[in-house]
């Protein structure tokens, strides 16, 4: 029965996956934010159809993403709910982590064929939800903790970020890192680049959004070419494990730095074994790793498929084969570990 009882938490938060991203889209959240509601009412402020957000709320409510009051008949969001489900700007914005599951749950046939032939599937090859979603659940990491953790445990990186160097962002996707950090050193001049074509056209969109045009700029390339160089610091947030030749992407970052120049690496977190992974972080982790990760390493060439939870030792050896003398982990989160690598 204590299986039975996983099995039915399971599929519910599975089924409530779509609700999420649906109370995400309409704006459902952010106006039940504003104060406590009937169905009725929330349907009002949002321009939506009463009966469908009278059952989203009743499966809200059951798996506890909304408060309800049985004898007002008023749903409402606390403070810890309205927090986690109404700000993409905020420390942790759970709809984006929805969204990206659902984006690459859409390709549950290929992924399926793909099994059968190991064959790859690239990175842009899936669903836009994918992109968009890597961005909305990875920025709120990163805004809580590159500028004011990540960066400055860098060894005199901050001080040199702050007085104006040239930074390449590689493997970059929307660009949410390369903002972020163009936002906190006005005399830096900051590269991103990526693979992908679609995701650098909107890394390009968000930073003209944030009026940075002229000081973030954005190329088309893998990381086993991206130019530009040299730079005094290039970093990969999340995107090392994707690749199919993360040894030739260290080789060309090696070729791309100073030569007292910094790599930052941002990797998902994860511990030295499997048995260390097996926790809830590690289950998101290689679930998203079986439909995102390795189908994209294997979609290129190169022969790694290092997965989401490879943990330290591969990416240690990576840059010691790459010619990198020192290597060492200079932070963690939940989510993510962050090593530095110098020539
Ligand atoms: C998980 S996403 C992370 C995106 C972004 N760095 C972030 O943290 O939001 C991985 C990114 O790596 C990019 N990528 C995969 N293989 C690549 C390669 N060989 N060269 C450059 N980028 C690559 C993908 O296009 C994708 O944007």
């Not at 039940?32 to 402020?45: H, I, K, S, V």
């Not at 926790?279 to 190169?302: D, E, K, T």
Request: aromatic share 10%.
């Amino acid at each position: 029965m204590e299986f039975v009882f996983r099995f039915v938490g399971d599929l519910g938060a599975t089924m409530a996956a779509g609700g999420i991203v649906v109370g995400d889209r309409l704006g459902l959240y952010r106006a039940l934010a504003t104060a406590p509601a009937l169905p009725q009412e929330l349907a009002e402020r949002t321009g939506t159809a009463a009966r469908y957000v009278e059952e989203w709320l009743r499966g809200q409510a059951a798996g506890g993403y909304v408060e309800y009051d049985p004898d007002s008949g008023r749903y409402s969001l606390t403070p810890e709910q309205a927090f986690a489900l109404t700000d993409p700007e905020g420390p942790i914005f759970a709809p984006g982590a929805f969204q990206l599951a659902l984006g690459a749950l859409k390709a549950e046939p290929r992924i399926t064929e793909a099994f059968r032939t190991g064959e790859g599937l690239g990175w842009h090859e899936h669903d836009e939800d994918v992109f968009t979603g890597c961005e909305r659940f990875f920025r709120p990491g990163y805004s809580a903790h590159l500028v004011a953790e990540w960066l400055p445990a860098l060894d005199g990186v901050e001080e040199r970020l702050r007085s104006g160097v040239r930074v390449a962002d590689v493997g970059c996707g929307h660009g949410a890192s390369t903002v972020l950090m163009a936002q906190a050193y006005p005399n830096s001049v900051f590269t991103g680049s990526d693979y992908h074509h679609g995701s650098v056209e909107q890394a390009r969109k968000r930073a003209a959004d944030a009026g940075l045009d002229g000081r973030v700029g954005f190329e088309n390339a893998g990381a086993q070419g991206f130019s530009g160089g040299p730079y005094e610091l290039v970093t990969t947030f999340d995107a090392l494990h994707d690749m199919g030749d993360p040894l030739g992407a260290a080789r060309h970052v090696r070729s791309q730095l100073t030569p007292d120049g910094t790599w930052m690496i941002v990797e998902p977190a994860a511990g030295p074994t499997v048995a260390d992974n097996l926790n809830p972080v590690g289950r998101v982790y290689y679930a998203f790793s079986a439909f995102l990760c390795v189908p994209s390493a294997l979609s290129q060439h190169g022969g790694y498929s290092l997965g989401a939870q490879a943990g330290e030792e591969p990416v240690r050896r990576l840059t010691a084969d790459a010619g990198f003398t020192r290597f060492r982990r200079v932070a963690e989160t939940p989510f993510n570990i962050v090593y530095e690598a110098k020539p």
